[in-house]
């Protein structure tokens, strides 16, 4: 019996099942005689004995794994923001943002504002992402925890969104080299075995076959993301306006502020200097240091 890979598509409403190494969803066995399926739709590496052949093979194997990979990834992001807000494991999208909406009214209501500015929802490069809580009042204690863990969250979610924009292209490529080994296999295969070539072509079949489903995953999980980040962006601004060019300078996190060296007094006379208990003062260039947005 072998584990089956389970790919959902939330916009047909259907679950397809082709057979993989590993468990990709909820869950799902199916019993499977080798002899009856190919290595691809086995979640296993097809060697044909030909450079061409055998690099797309490997590469599709390689964006197989990846793709079994990236569901886990996308629900510990999930699990992570939910531990921080105190919720369930298995709490869902919605419920994330409500909890956070309701925080983030708690802080309005004390004087404190967020928005939560969001870039690269398109971005096929992480470092084309940003995530940033900007700030009108004062957060200290579990209210700055709670702004920092938002903005993680949401960088980490678009940075996944980014990852699965730019599998869009590789896949469509990986589909196109597939449909010119498939006109190619006759040919290619000629003076091999009839059942040499047969298995090529069931294995081409396939992979053609798990590359729709691949995409459709990848989609799934895309809209997820994006779906995710949008929520927590709306839930926790407060003001729509922080940011505006004709914004005032924004009071930002108030951070515990490390440990400060002794300063010193000095003795009459010129003599050495000798420490005394306090802080330092703050210098000019300190106290009218402009404000700047958080960035945990």
């Given at each position: 019996?072998?584990?089956?890979?389970?790919?959902?598509?939330?916009?047909?409403?259907?679950?397809?099942?082709?057979?993989?190494?590993?468990?990709?969803?909820?869950?799902?066995?199916?019993?499977?005689?080798?002899?009856?399926?190919?290595?691809?739709?086995?979640?296993?590496?097809?060697?044909?004995?030909?450079?061409?052949?055998?690099?797309?093979?490997?590469?599709?194997?390689?964006?197989?794994?990846?793709?079994?990979?990236?569901?886990?990834?996308?629900?510990?992001?999930?699990?992570?923001?939910?531990?921080?807000l105190?919720?369930?494991?298995?709490?869902?999208?919605?419920?994330?943002?409500?909890?956070?909406?309701?925080?983030?009214q708690?802080?309005?209501?004390?004087?404190?504002?967020?928005?939560?500015?969001?870039?690269?929802?398109?971005?096929?490069?992480?470092?084309?992402?940003?995530?940033?809580?900007?700030?009108?009042?004062?957060?200290?204690?579990?209210?700055?925890?709670?702004?920092?863990?938002?903005?993680?969250?949401?960088?980490s979610?678009?940075?996944?969104?980014?990852?699965l924009?730019?599998?869009?292209?590789?896949?469509?490529?990986?589909?196109?080299?597939?449909?010119?080994?498939?006109?190619?296999?006759?040919?290619?295969?000629?003076?091999?075995?009839?059942?040499?070539?047969?298995?090529?072509?069931?294995?081409?079949?396939?992979?053609?076959?798990?590359?729709?489903?691949?995409?459709?995953?990848?989609?799934?999980?895309?809209?997820?993301?994006?779906?995710?980040?949008?929520?927590?962006?709306?839930?926790?601004?407060?003001?729509?306006?922080?940011?505006?060019?004709n914004?005032?300078?924004?009071?930002?996190?108030?951070?515990?502020?490390?440990?400060?060296?002794?300063?010193?007094?000095r003795?009459?006379?010129?003599?050495?200097?000798?420490?005394?208990?306090?802080?330092?003062?703050?210098?000019?260039?300190?106290?009218?240091?402009?404000?700047?947005?958080?960035?945990?």
């Amino acid at each position: 019996m072998l584990t089956m890979m389970v790919f959902m598509s939330r916009r047909r409403g259907t679950f397809t099942l082709l057979a993989s190494i590993m468990l990709a969803a909820a869950g799902c066995n199916y019993q499977l005689h080798a002899s009856d399926s190919s290595n691809v739709a086995r979640g296993l590496r097809f060697v044909a004995h030909n450079a061409a052949f055998d690099t797309f093979f490997a590469d599709l194997h390689e964006e197989q794994i990846t793709m079994l990979q990236l569901p886990e990834q996308e629900r510990k992001l999930r699990m992570d923001l939910a531990s921080d807000l105190k919720l369930s494991d298995s709490a869902t999208t919605t419920v994330l943002a409500e909890r956070a909406a309701a925080i983030a009214q708690g802080l309005a209501v004390q004087g404190t504002t967020l928005k939560l500015d969001v870039e690269g929802y398109n971005a096929v490069d992480e470092a084309d992402t940003a995530a940033q809580m900007r700030v009108n009042g004062t957060l200290d204690g579990e209210n700055f925890k709670f702004a920092e863990s938002i903005t993680r969250a949401a960088r980490s979610e678009l940075k996944l969104l980014a990852r699965l924009n730019a599998k869009e292209q590789t896949l469509q490529r990986l589909a196109a080299r597939a449909a010119v080994l498939e006109a190619e296999t006759d040919r290619t295969f000629a003076t091999s075995d009839p059942k040499v070539l047969e298995e090529v072509h069931r294995n081409l079949s396939d992979a053609k076959l798990l590359l729709v489903l691949m995409e459709e995953r990848r989609l799934d999980l895309a809209v997820d993301a994006h779906r995710t980040v949008e929520r927590l962006a709306t839930a926790v601004t407060t003001n729509p306006a922080l940011g505006a060019s004709n914004e005032a300078p924004l009071v930002t996190f108030v951070k515990q502020e490390p440990p400060r060296e002794k300063s010193a007094v000095r003795k009459p006379g010129g003599g050495p200097a000798t420490p005394v208990r306090g802080a330092a003062p703050k210098s000019p260039q300190e106290t009218n240091a402009p404000a700047a947005d958080f960035e945990p």
